[in-house]
Every structure is written in C-alpha cells, then in structure tokens.
C-alpha cells in the first residue's frame, strides 16, 4: 500500500507539517519555527485535520522538530498530544532538538514529566 500524505508548507512563522499513512502506521512530522500570530487559529484546522486525515489514530507517532516556539504554541502543542493519546493511548512521541539548544530540550522535558503515561522520547540531533 502506498502511504497517503498531506502536507502544510511551512511559512515565516510557522511549521512544515506532514501527516502520511500507511498500512499499521501513522506519522505527523512537524518541523521548523512555531510561533505564530494566534496559535489557536493555526491549531484548531490542524487538530480537526488530524482527526479528519487519520481514520484509524493508533500507531501514531508524532515526530516534533522545533528550532523554536513561542509559549501560546506550546499550549496548543500539548492540547493537540493529549487529544491524540485520549483516541488512541499508544501514541509515540519524538521530541527532537539541537544538541546546544536547551529551551527547546527542556519543553519536551516538561512534557514528559506533565504526562508521564505518554511515551515521549527526546533525542538531540
């Protein structure tokens, strides 16, 4: 089966954003700069996609890369998790930032400790 995608090209002050499916798995990238103008306005036509694209949430991994994101994205970041892993508990996430960039690395750290149930892993690149 080829995988189906949908793509957002990212923009000025906001993310590249990739959902593809495939037989058994399903993967939503998100790379790039997270800071736009009002994030609910980027996040709640993202969050329907989601639920829209994907007919079937389990096996989900969600790959986050983030050079930067301000703090009303990081609200949204967490709402959008937590909608995920409420429709299919064994959701993935992968919390990716620069080795020397430690605010980025400490936002997924806090992730981790606020949701503890959900498998998020953090790995430098």
């Known amino acids: 089966m080829n995988p189906a995608t949908f793509k957002i090209e990212a923009q000025?002050?906001?993310p590249l954003v990739i959902f593809e499916k495939t037989e058994g798995?399903?993967?939503?990238?998100?790379?790039?700069?997270?800071?736009?103008?009002?994030?609910?306005?980027?996040f709640q036509p993202l969050s329907e996609k989601v639920f829209s694209f994907f007919e079937n949430i389990s096996n989900m991994t969600l790959d986050i890369t983030l050079d930067y994101m301000n703090s009303m994205s990081n609200?949204?970041?967490?709402?959008?998790?937590?909608?995920?892993?409420?429709?299919?508990?064994?959701?993935?996430?992968?919390?990716?930032?620069?080795?020397?960039?430690e605010l980025i690395k400490l936002k997924g750290e806090e992730f981790q400790s606020v949701f503890p149930n959900i498998n998020i892993s953090i790995e430098a690149y």
């Open 75 to 101: 609200k949204q970041i967490l709402k959008l998790i937590v909608s995920i892993y409420e429709k299919s508990n064994d959701l993935k996430v992968i919390w990716r930032h620069k080795k020397d960039d």
């Open 12 to 14: 000025e002050d906001t």
């Open 25 to 42: 798995k399903n993967v939503i990238v998100m790379k790039g700069i997270l800071m736009p103008e009002n994030a609910f306005d980027f």
